[in-house]
């Protein structure tokens, strides 16, 4: 692909028509009963028997119908979307709770079956790989840590030590979304295998299956009091938990290469889906503010509500449309001259969707702040968006560095 | 007062200094226990008796130092602080989750004592105000309804009809705060008893023990997915709901005149309440950016962090004089001078509190969203306020209005 | 074209580097020398011998290389480049002072030129088109007036009476850019010829060669203190001017109708130039931040800049974006669905532009509010725009009114 | 005065009142007049004599009636104004561009003469102290260089040896202002007197007689174009220019002693006067909204306008009671206490005032940007305070380092 072509392509329309529909028509309608029934059966960390049917029940029918495993690039088995033709897919199911995982598109899922696919042994495939293509396990990535700041991921100090055939692993991490729910088997953990290496060859990424024993779960990290359940964001504790040697993903050292990889598309799907929670945040506004009434008028006639809304629209376009070009440069096969564009939409795309919601919560009122709309969880998503993957800080550093970076070579 | 002395007095100092003590060394290290325990004896929406021990073990202890009603301004009961020393005060309960109870001036009981110290018999006085003075039982106030925007208060349509000796109310209210708590024995209801008076006379503001048969309890509403129990703000359905004619508060029509009364201290209140939480979230951010390393620095000599520490310590200066001024102004005794400079903190000052917390939780990261700091749960708390008493619009719109009407005069 | 390929296309490439080699070499080292020029003989509106050397020296090495009237779409006399293909031109040509012209692709005299081809008589083409092709005179466009606000353009007022074969008008026109210039020959006016007619039809669009009699310069208007002499926005009085009725373009009452089809393109071009400023700003920012020293640093190093970089040039690549997919929109055939598209681009480059300018000034210090850099003359020229071709808060209310359209009719 | 008494003493009153009613009515409609007047002798860095007239004919008037001199503070000579009381004075005197000049009040002359009051000889007094004093000269403080980023002042290089009885030196300085006016008889120059003592005792203070040989003014710098004649921001190179040893103040090496010093109050005064001019633009802003129409209401009652107002209102209130708070900080005597307290304002009251002119200019439109208002030449001027006297970044890093410093000595 020699030009930009930052729009939707011919084979895709008719998808994303499926996907954009089953979403609206199919989905949306349940997230809310799912919401309601956590812990119906007096544990948050189980699934009721109507989660389960409403769950099953949507992937069944996103399979049935061939939407399914979207994120499979360039492959076979997949539909082999470009980067830009999958944004338009994320951006449509982020606007449900339950729309990634419809249609197995859920992180970290996608970025964990392209590590199992890439760099795991047949039987890894075997074991992990394959229940997760058929959505029957789930998995988790561990990451983050509760005594350093994992902004500065050389900080990750869990230990893993070879010891013959196994290597043991000790240590915590918090933060590991989707280690709550029942169904996920298999976690992929970043660790220290090194103090001596260089300072970006000590990590290693290693595959732990969830129960393994030694790992305890310590309890649910909460966002904004919200524990989740039964996706959940655990604190866990690894103590002497030991695995087979050849779990350790591509050798010593080579942590943050598998990291780097791993990360790029997963945040242009984050950033899109965060896209679409804010176009379904500006609808409901413009709905309300046509519907509602005060001082004997709309509210949309009222103060700076047009001013609000048209602001709305122009930051999502924009935000869109530099999602896509990011996609668009990972499309170009040169992850490193991606980064920049990565990192400008990682701080850009949930800012906006932030700021789109926090303004539809404001026209909603008290209702806006409740469990009666999506408005306020989806907040609250959008919020950790700031921080997961790295802080908008440390990406704005990134994006200045490349600036900069130009005018040192000039100088040469 | 001719002044305009917007720091403290002398006779402030010493209780100032007594309560910002026992806010940091006695009623902070409890919070988070306190919150920790609801549900442990399986209900929310029950005290467990630790948490009985904690919060009357406070509150023993306060009134026992004379740290007591600190809101009965000019009366021969309390201190008779100005609205002023009152706000210093205020700031300082503001840094606790249950610093305003310990010292028995929470919102809404504040606002409901002042009401039935003015307006009620003296039935009324020994059956809720004397209860309330002494911290035994709490109080509601019901205002905003389901179906209307409220922002608007001329919409609310609860009915209330005499009928004989009674009057009969029918509707329903939501975001009935401290409804949850079992020791709410009493709300203030706003009420619509005609709809041919002129259009801010149709409403009124009725007495309605909490027990009285005919409300329903339907669910409590949740913040950002918080219920807030027990204290709960509840949604509440009123059928055939019978009182004694004379809990109608000063007469039908009235009920525009009291809730004017009624809401600009609280308004005070609440936004220097906002500002200790403000304080308590800049202290917070500075400490962890001194504390936390990553890059092999204390995240503090990071990126712009000098800027953002500096920018919280501005907004919060301004945002807090302005307050000072509010309250001054309100000590002037000219309620309708002091109107839109209530308006303007109402809008102010939540919001510096919200940047503020917000920008701690950044520097907080994973940490700053969960349970483990008191930012996220005084962030939605802080959220509900540009809702709470009027969307920041209304207010807004009313400074704008006093505004243009000084240049309306100059023309005639 | 049916992909969206917002990309420089193969065509575009050379003419490209050409359009960027020649502004970056040869156009602006010569802008500071124009700009000192003026005046020096005596007469700010004429242009100095140096001054014409340096402008028809430049076009005359631009019309050798076929670097010429880019705007001309579709033509066999031109390119036929879409006019996403030109915002790629109009960005580069925005980086210098004198680029726009040097190609002659300036305002307004492309919009203008526009109009004398669809609309105009072949005497008119021959008088007026002819020479403004060569970039031998140039033109005004004659729209604003003191009197009424024109952001509500159905307050234009200047009268034009029919009278036997003429047309006479009388009023006052202010803001007629580039009335100054001594090569300006034609003017084209927006006038009212009806009271009677329906709100949009009473307006009428008319050739008015610059030295018809009755007309006075009253006054150069002043942009943050600067007249911009020798183009010049003037305040021009009409009595009693008298014109060929055949000089009424298209017929009475169609004034909006060729307004609009006049404004779209001419925003995007003034929007990409924008761009153009703020990549120059923020070019000059990086350099001055890596080379000037504080404190034992480059500035880079220093506080928040890495952060101020890195926003700047996210925000310049979501303002690029939008207006190249307003332009593709424009290319699409069909002007009404790419009017938002334009609002929204309207509000947001000039924004952009005049962001980055200003964080680059603060980055220079004096110098950058100076006349020693670019920068300072550029934030004036850009904060016009926050005002040309209507106002930000019209442009929103454009755009906010087209979102809510949505839902009017899906409640039909 | 232990009370924070930030209102107007009774005896204020009655001054205030005379200062704020000649601004208003004298000198703001002399303001334009004087400005039209710069350069109709052929000669703009001359008065005409209708400038003089004006100006000279203000002051006698205001010290006729003893409105003069105000800054001199606990002075017998003066009316020993706190800084509080002085500062509501200079928010009336930045009204008008004449303002501080009438009262004999401007910058830079006020910190100047404190400079000669305090350090100076009798010699000195009597050549220079006397005449500012009767508003008979003027002066100019230089300090920032062109090839030193003067934001960090230990770069101040003008070089400055003593050579027998008199110091010789060489060098450039600009942004000299006032040295354009033709009365500006003394210059106090930051110079550097050692390279070998401790960083901050290198730098020292001169007085420097404007007619000195071999000082020769290069250029006058322009402020967004404007030369700002006949007053002046001078480009000045020092060839040998030598002067008495006696006129460096204090000793060598406590230039910095000396700044610190004399920019305190001054920067008070330039931020109320900014309040000034942010109420001038405000009370223009509402003016406009009211009386202009568009698509048939009042400007006021569209789009946001009512929100840009209320916002304009509250950030005016809020930036005003923190410059009062800065000017009571001062008033206690201690300087180092009250320094961050000056650095916030600094950051904030010119931010507030240029946020506010903005949007009177925006709501002016084509007029707003233009000469017949005062809000452009305002805004020019506002802008060049978020450099003067320390950047905006200088001043938040010190604000910070205050804030964290708080909590290192916790730690100790």
Redesign the interface.
Known sequence: M?????????RLKPIHEKVSRMVREEIMPLDEEFHAEVGKNGDRWSYTARQTEILEGLKAKARERGLWNFWLTDSERGYGLSTVEYAYLAEEMGKAHLGAETFNCSAPDTGNMEVIERYGTETHKKEWLAPLLEGKIRSAYLM?E?DV????AT?ISMSCVRDGDDYVLNGEK??SSGAGDPRCKIYIVMVKTSSDAPKHQQHSMIFVPADTPGITKLRA??????DDAPHGHLHLKFEDVRVPADNLILGEGRGFEIAQGRLGPGRIHHCMRAIGQAEMA??QM??R??R????GKP??Q??????I???C??EI???R??CL?AAWMMDQGDPRAAAPWIS?IK??APRVALKVTDEA??MF???????DTRL??S??HL??L??ADG???V???????V??K???QE?V
């Open positions: 020699t030009n930009m072509d930052l729009g939707m392509t011919e983050t509760p700041a994992s902004s500065d900080n918090w933060w990290m909460k966002v904004y009091g919200d500006l609808e413009c709905k503010a046509m509602r009434e005060a001082f509210l949309a009222l103060g700076a509500n047009y001013d809304i048209a602001e629209r122009m376009e924009m935000a449309l530099l070009k400008q701080v850009v919560i404001q009122g008290g209702q806006g702040i409740s469990q306020a969880r907040w609250t919020r950790t700031r921080l802080p908008d800080a990406h704005r550093r990134q994006v200045a560095r600036e900069l130009k005018y040192t100088k």
